[in-house]
């Protein structure tokens, strides 16, 4: 069963950057898509970014394309955002999830989340 485990949030101005990464147990976690995902107070949980488990295909919701990056290192287990040009709007927890199939708010697989808090 492929654990899933978020870190590398914290507090930074609005403009900063922050790397969050999701760290997985189990070896066949390399062949999970892998999302990320956050929820702000008082909001749903909403899509970030993803990528695939075979040739790293990523996608991006139109709120942070053009200000980060999803990628993965298979031999670390991890998959990492890379997030710039933080704003305000950015405030959530974040989390990773992963799927055999596409990956959705509806997968099975989750991590506890990270906070990020953006000043302004």
């Known amino acids: 069963q492929v654990q899933l485990v978020e870190s590398g949030g914290g507090l930074v101005q609005a403009g900063g950057s922050l790397r969050l990464s999701c760290a997985a147990s189990?070896?066949?976690?390399?062949?999970?898509?892998v999302g990320w995902f956050r929820q702000a107070p008082g909001k749903e949980r909403e899509f970030v970014a993803a990528?695939?488990?075979?040739?790293?295909?990523?996608r991006y919701a139109d709120s942070v394309k053009g200000r980060s990056t999803i990628s993965r290192d298979n031999a670390k287990n991890t998959v990492y955002l890379q997030m710039n040009s933080l704003k305000p709007e950015d405030t959530a927890v974040y989390y990773c999830?992963?799927?055999?199939?596409?990956?959705?708010?509806?997968?099975?697989?989750w991590g506890q989340g990270t906070q990020v808090t953006v000043s302004s």
């Open positions: 999830a992963a799927d055999r199939g596409v990956v959705t708010s509806s997968s099975s697989l």
């Open positions: 189990g070896r066949t976690f390399s062949t999970y898509n």
């Open positions: 990528i695939t488990w075979t040739i790293g295909s990523t």
